[in-house]
């Protein structure tokens, strides 16, 4: 039996995961550890929440005595550590809350490992759950590969990218057999209302303008998430030690294609007139330091796991839009309270 502690996993992809984890591998004791931020929901796994094999824990991983109290009791034989401030905006106005949760967080978790493992690594793993906008941004052409050096440009993807090398130093220090895995910009339920698309879903709903940014050129490459949680479920258990693995869509969009594709999708679900919600986009003044473009060789993984995306880009975007559609309450709840604030300061 494995004993697995998964952090983040009221979020948006965690919470994919821990579903994954919990319902694949009863055998295994999955054990859910989340602060509960404003992106953290536990409405996200009520599904799961009975289940036999689950234990949600609400604590937050900076805080080290907690951590190392918590892994000393439970004594967990993995972890896969998704935890994190994970919007580039909010880094923006709040660099040092994404230094707190992403670097010391994951130094703090690294340290309990390390503290209770006792040198003794045999069916340990410390998997590290990362980003590709730790390789900064491309020009029109080219792909990340694994070896793309590092040249991150947001406080977010600064934290990520730090993250990444504290986890790689305690591999080559003290021997920690990690995993990293750095993927590709995600969408599909329980998205917080935040980012891209959830954001714009909510929009149209709403009738309320859609912010594109700048010229609305920038392009990002988009894995639905489920096939994100199928790659972690694959790199986890077959993985090699001190790798790292690139996770993409194969699947590239300009902003402004891909929010003209959603109004269209919109407009036919919502029964609405054919171009309505197109009137709705607006642009806006750019995000700072906004990197160009994004895309995933993802060649590795495909090669040595047999891993690929399952889902089409159209299938994707359809369940995604349907999952909103009849998920109102979730997206009621979520955008009441303080999400007012967050988007008049970040949008009026
Ligand atoms: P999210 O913001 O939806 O969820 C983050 C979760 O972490 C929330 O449940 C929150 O409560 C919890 N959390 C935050 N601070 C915490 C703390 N101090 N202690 C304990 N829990 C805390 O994030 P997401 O989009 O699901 O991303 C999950 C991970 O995947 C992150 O590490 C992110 O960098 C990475 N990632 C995200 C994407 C993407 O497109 N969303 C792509 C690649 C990698
Ligand atoms: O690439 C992986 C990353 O993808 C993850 O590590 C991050 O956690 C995740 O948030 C995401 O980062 P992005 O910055 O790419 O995602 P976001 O949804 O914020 O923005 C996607 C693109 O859309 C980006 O070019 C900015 C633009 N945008 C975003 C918002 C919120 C707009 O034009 N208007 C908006 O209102």
């Known amino acids: 039996m494995k004993k697995i502690v998964i952090t983040g996993g009221a979020g948006f992809i965690g919470s994919h995961v821990v579903r994954r984890f919990v319902n694949k591998y009863p055998d295994y004791k999955i054990y859910n550890l989340d602060a509960l931020t404003y992106a953290g929901n536990l409405e996200n796994i009520a599904d799961i929440e009975n289940k036999p094999n689950y234990t949600f824990v609400k604590g ?7 951590i190392n109290e918590l892994f000393q009791k439970e004594q967990f034989d993995s972890i896969i550590h998704l935890a994190a401030e994970s919007h580039v905006d909010r880094s923006i106005t ?37 980003t590709d906008e730790v390789y900064g941004s491309l020009g029109a052409t080219g792909l990340f590969t694994e070896t793309t050096p590092y040249d991150p440009n947001s406080p977010y993807s600064a934290s990520k990218a730090s993250s990444d090398h504290f986890v790689r130093a305690y591999g080559e220090t003290y021997g920690l057999p990690y995993v990293i895995t750095n993927c590709s910009n995600n969408y599909g ?29 920038y392009t990002r490459d988009w894995l639905y998430v489920i ?41 036919q679900k919502l029964g609405r007139k054919p171009g309505e ?32 995306p399952s889902v089409t880009f159209e299938e994707g975007l359809s369940k995604t839009i349907d999952w909103y559609l009849s998920n109102e309450k979730w997206l009621k709840n979520v955008t009441s309270g303080d999400y007012q604030n967050y988007y008049s300061n970040q949008y009026e």
């Open 60 to 66: 937050d991983i900076t805080d080290a005595d907690f």
């Open 227 to 267: 096939d994100h949680a199928i790659a972690i479920d694959l790199v986890f258990h077959d993985g090699k030690n001190h790798e790292t693995y690139n996770i993409g869509g194969f699947n590239e969009w300009q902003n402004i294609e891909l929010v003209q594709l959603l109004c269209q999708k919109m407009d």
């Open 94 to 130: 709040d660099p040092l809350a994404f230094v707190k949760t992403n670097v010391i967080g994951t130094m703090n978790l690294l340290n309990a490992a390390k503290t209770i493992w006792k040198n003794n690594f045999v069916d340990k793993r410390f998997y590290h759950v990362s």
């Open 189 to 217: 339920p329980n998205h917080f209302p935040e980012k891209l698309i959830p954001l714009f879903i909510n929009n149209i709903i709403n009738h309320k303008p859609l912010p594109v940014y700048g010229d609305g050129k």
């Open 277 to 308: 919600s197109n009137s709705l986009i607006t642009y806006v003044k750019d995000r700072p330091g906004h990197d160009l473009r994004y895309a995933i060789d993802a060649s590795k993984i495909n090669k040595e796991l047999g891993w690929k």
